[in-house]
């Protein structure tokens, strides 16, 4: 789940530059990844990376420092991630032409609940579902209601499942029936996308070796990378440092470190990038009405590379789901 942005005047807005952060923008963590847009008169400072060794008396808020996670921690998200990947696994057979958002939606909680966990969305900054669920052009924080799946459309189902304060958060594509080939491709490249981030989420790789490789597989695919919602730290606390951007230049932004857990989470468009909020102030949507794909996996580095903790127990990560 993204973080989404604040409201400004259309007239007055600037994008955040990748490497530097905010200070008293009052922005709310919103469904799944977070937003940078709208940052018009706010305080930009040059990047400074303070990482913190997480004890028993770290507080569960955002400090500003990337947190360095133990054993615990792992085990922690090994628990919440499973049940949130077997929970998108249990949804693969209901997925098709006239079951609606909501019927999706009404299974993943009681799915997540049934196995002891928490759905965390519910109650969210005001969020009233387990799940966001984004049909077609929607690129994230679609709002789960009466409206049935058509024959043709693709969507991402995200949801959070939460296990002992272990926030597993995780996203998926779908496909409903016969999908146009189009569709299909863009649905593989971006899966493609989110492997070649984590591919790179190596010690001492930095975060823009992430956004690089996904931006350049991306791109070679004439495809665009939605620079308004990025991932972001994840654990204890369901939105923390750091910023994970699905785009940028390699061998800048923090060093990747041994303890980090995040999420990789890209919304690749056919289309053009940007987006705009609709007047439910959830629902992020392509201006330019094209396609939009995401997948997400909550990750930890360790000494010799990425640990996957949503990774589809039955092996479904991507579809054709068989």
């Given amino acids: 789940m993204v973080r989404r942005p604040v409201h400004a005047p259309a007239t007055n807005k600037t994008r955040l530059p990748a490497g530097f ?8 963590p919103r469904c799944g990844s977070r937003s940078l847009e709208n940052a018009a008169q706010r305080t930009y400072f040059a990047p400074m990376t303070t ?24 085990a922690g998200m090994r628990r919440a991630g499973r049940i949130a990947a077997e929970t998108l696994d249990a949804l693969v057979p209901l997925v098709k032409p006239g079951v609606s958002t909501g019927d999706l939606d009404d299974f993943a909680r009681d799915a997540i609940v049934a196995a002891g966990a928490v759905p965390i969305n519910i109650g969210y900054q005001g969020y009233r579902h387990a799940s966001c669920i984004s049909v ?11 409206k049935a799946l058509s024959e043709g459309d693709i969507l991402n189902i995200d949801l959070t499942a939460v296990v002992d304060g272990w926030h597993g958060d995780t996203s998926r594509m779908f496909l409903v029936g ?34 690089h490789a996904i931006q350049r597989h991306a791109e070679k ?16 606390v369901y939105h923390d ?7 940028g230049r390699p061998g800048t932004g923090p060093e990747l470190r041994p303890g980090m857990i995040f999420t990789i989470e890209p919304m690749i468009n056919i289309g053009k990038p940007g987006v705009k909020i609709l007047d439910d102030d ?17 990750i930890g580095i360790t000494e010799t590379g990425p640990e996957i903790f949503t990774q589809s127990p039955k092996g479904l990560n991507h579809p054709p789901y068989r």
């Fill in 21 to 28: 952060f905010v200070s008293g923008s009052g922005e709310r």
């Fill in 51 to 74: 990482y913190l060794d997480v004890t028993a008396t770290t507080p569960r808020t955002r400090t500003g420092a990337i947190k360095l996670h133990g054993p615990d921690a792992f």
């Fill in 136 to 146: 077609n052009h929607v690129v994230c924080h679609g709002i789960p209601g009466d």
């Fill in 178 to 211: 016969d999908v146009p080939l189009k569709a299909k491709r863009l649905v593989d490249v971006t899966y493609e996308c989110l492997m070649l981030g984590v591919e790179a989420a190596v010690p001492g790789n930095r975060l823009g070796d992430i956004g």
């Fill in 221 to 236: 695919h004439r495809y665009s990378v939605v620079r308004d919602f990025v991932g972001h730290g994840v654990g204890l």
């Fill in 241 to 247: 440092e750091p910023d994970v951007h699905h785009y």
């Fill in 282 to 298: 959830w629902t992020a949507v392509t201006r330019d009405r094209s396609l939009s794909a995401q997948f997400e996996h909550s």
